[in-house]
Nanobody
């Protein structure tokens, strides 16, 4: 079993930056892909960014490109989400997820295709 623990959320003013982290622990950690998703009250969970663990290829949701960056530290089994130029519409609970297998490109952005989830960390952006 894999455990994912997010940290680093908080309150930030519009235009500010925040970095959230996701630390993985448990059995030998060797996912195919790690992803960040977010969910605002009353809205569906949406894809933010992902990273292919073997190799480190990254991809970010089109509306967030240029502001959000995903990275990893393999030695620490940790994935990061750097968020710049935050806006009130970025307010949400941010979740880390891991998928064991390659289920195809579109699956990387589908929350139902991930096997493990963290509890999330709240990011609130004030105007």
């Amino acid at each position: 079993q894999v455990q994912l623990v997010e940290s680093g959320g908080g309150l930030v003013q519009a235009g500010g930056s925040l970095r959230v982290s996701c630390a993985a622990s448990g059995r030998t950690f060797s996912p195919y892909v790690m992803g960040w998703f977010r969910q605002a009250p009353g809205k569906e969970r949406e894809f933010v960014a992902g990273i292919i663990w073997p190799g480190g290829v990254t991809y970010v949701a089109d509306p967030l490109k240029g502001r959000f960056t995903i990275s990893r530290d393999s030695a620490k089994n940790t994935v990061y989400l750097q968020m710049n130029g935050l806006q009130p519409e970025d307010t949400a609970r941010y979740y880390c997820a891991a998928a064991d297998y390659n289920r195809g490109y579109s699956a990387r952005m589908d929350p139902s295709k991930y096997d493990y989830w963290g509890q999330g960390t709240q990011v609130t952006v004030s105007s």
